[in-house]
């Protein structure tokens, strides 16, 4: 326990943030103490040159018809300087039987708990049946190119991987409604996104002698049409696929509409857009408005007003019918700039790979329910399913509301017997190949 434990503690203190802030000494450090933590995993795989600092890995197998691609990124988001942590962001302190820092979650625990199986292994002189890549990327966090780079080489060298697992779903409780047992909520697919930016123009001047729809006012109705008309409510099929393998379990009146998913779609889609943000957004396309420019000063009229939109597309659209939905909603005195647009990523099957998830899943946290699941945010996984369908987003670790409400947020943190536990799950899936 120990030794797992002090890696992820040494892992948080290296301030791995990617962007215009990165230090490139900090993931040198990183790299340094893998090597100092996880000596056989180093000397038994073929290391690929990336760029960037980015990790890639093969654990040679005894075929390579099959081979597993398992993920997890090294950098963090940065840490606001007037947050308040209950416990330093990077000291890796563990009080109490729970690892604080950022990064405990998302996701240098995934990153910690796969070399510390691969590690075991190799020293109990085990192989496992088909190849294991390991790719950690560094920029995961800015939507950068070295997961690009990874598919690229894995392209290069012939490389075609049965399974891909990269973070996005854990085992949350709480997450449903008349479900009392946790989920392991295993991601298939994930959204697409378009950031947007509003933009409202009119005549400035002196603030003393405001007129009527000013540029500010012409963006807040833009806004508040984007919240009254949000985007049609669907299910689309991993939802249902999630839905009927709940039903058993869930009580009351919804377990039987749940257990009728595919007849009664429209409606129950109508009813979970109205249960609360996380179910809403199983079922649509959301719009949230992040950022807000106007006037330089406080007594200037502004010539100019912005919003930021972050849309997260359903799976059942593309980028472009989002955008087109937002420019008629917001009309033609609001200019709708598109800074960045992707659609959403294939869906892999729920087939052999899915089922050997599903049974790790269930020999090691025999508590838990493992459902198919749409991912709501982005991760690297998308680069690898343009090319290879069956990628899944899995982090075998526990989460609470608190755990989920700190990711990218202050007091992020990891139980330790959740830690090991996820060391068990990759150790078990490993040796399932």
């Known amino acids: 326990m120990s030794d797992v434990v002090a890696a992820l503690q040494a892992a948080v203190r290296r301030r ?14 990183l790299h340094t103490d893998l090597q100092a933590h996880f000596p056989r995993l180093f000397e038994v795989c073929e290391q690929v040159d990336l760029p960037d600092h980015a990790l890639l890995l093969r654990w040679p197998g005894v075929a390579s018809d099959r081979p ?4 997890a990124h090294q950098d963090v988001v940065p840490v606001n300087p007037r947050d308040e942590w209950t416990h330093p962001a990077y000291d890796g302190e563990v009080v109490d039987g729970v690892l604080w820092g950022r990064g405990t979650l998302d996701c240098k625990g995934s990153l910690i708990a796969i070399c510390t199986a691969v590690e075991e292994l190799v020293e109990e002189g085990r192989q496992p049946a088909q190849d294991v890549w390991l790719s950690f990327g560094s920029d995961e966090e800015v939507s950068g190119h070295t997961a690009t780079a990874a ?11 049965w399974c891909v697992l990269d973070e996005g779903g854990m085992a949350v409780s709480g997450a449903f409604p008349g479900l009392t047992e946790p989920l392991a909520v295993i991601g298939l697919t994930e959204k697409g996104v ?3 930016e509003l933009v409202a123009r009119a005549d400035g001047g002196h603030a003393s002698m405001p007129p009527r729809n000013g540029a500010p006012a ?7 049409a984007l919240e009254r008309h949000p985007a049609p409510a669907r299910l689309p099929e991993p939802a249902i696929a999630m839905l009927l393998r709940l039903a058993p379990h869930v009580s009351g009146p919804l377990g039987a509409l749940v257990g009728r998913a595919g007849w009664l779609r429209r409606p129950l889609a109508q009813v ?12 649509r396309t959301t719009y949230a408005i992040t950022q807000l420019t106007g006037s330089p000063a406080n007594n200037v009229l502004a010539s100019t ?6 849309v997260r597309v359903a799976i059942d659209e593309t980028a472009d019918e989002a955008v087109e939905r937002v420019r008629t909603l917001v009309g033609d005195g609001i200019e709708v700039i598109v800074r960045t647009a992707y659609d959403p990523s294939p869906v892999a099957d729920l087939g052999d790979a899915f089922a050997l998830l ?5 020999e090691v946290m025999p508590d838990v329910i493992p459902v198919p699941y749409v991912v709501m945010a982005a991760t690297d996984a998308r680069h690898f399913q343009r090319v290879w369908r069956n990628c899944y987003r899995f982090n075998p670790f526990r989460m609470s509301e608190a755990q989920r409400q700190s990711l990218h947020n202050v007091n992020e943190h990891l139980d330790v017997t959740s830690l090991l536990e996820g060391v068990r799950w990759y150790r078990a899936l490993l040796l399932a190949l």
């Open 151 to 161: 598919v690229t080489a894995l392209q290069e060298r012939g490389v075609v991987p």
């Open 194 to 196: 378009a950031e947007l």
């Open 68 to 71: 597993m691609v398992l993920m």
């Open 358 to 362: 599903e049974r790790v899943t269930r």
């Open 16 to 29: 791995t943030v990617a962007g215009p802030d990165k230090e490139p000494a900090e993931f040198d450090g």
């Open 272 to 283: 979970f857009a109205r249960l609360g943000p996380t179910t809403a957004a199983m079922t």
């Open 218 to 224: 012409k963006l807040a109705r833009a806004i508040l």
């Open 305 to 310: 007003a912005t919003a930021g939109v972050n």
